[in-house]
């Protein structure tokens, strides 16, 4: 694809590389990739549990904000639940790739 292909093309899509893009990126978080990729929530202290269900306090790691909230005490709440979580303030949710789960307190498969 030729040089004069592609400007044709950036000017038929007008809302990706016209002029409302700069506003798109100004929106962008302007952080440093590697406080953007921290592990964003997590559980700072577990303050009830009965069973495998639990109220805890959790932290966002960027904007230092708590609250509380419920949870289940297996692999799949751990590892997929909390990285899932979006912090209520500054929105941003935990990287998939770094996210590190807490051990669950019984086993897998282990009857409470």
């Not at 770094?98 to 051990?103: A, E, Q, S, W, Y």
């Amino acid at each position: 694809m030729t040089q004069r292909h592609v400007s044709q093309q950036c000017r038929d899509w007008p809302g990706l590389f016209g002029p409302e893009r700069s506003d798109v990126f100004a929106s962008l978080d302007a952080r440093p990739l590697l406080l953007r990729r921290r592990n964003i929530m997590k559980i700072e202290k577990i303050l009830k549990q009965n069973r495998r269900d639990f109220t805890a306090i959790y932290k966002c790691e960027h904007c230092e904000k708590t609250k509380q909230g419920s949870g289940y005490d297996d692999a799949y709440f751990h590892g997929t639940v909390i990285p899932a979580m979006a912090c209520e303030s500054c929105g941003l949710k935990a990287d998939p790739e770094t996210f590190r789960p807490l051990r669950t307190k019984y086993a897998e498969g282990e009857v409470v």
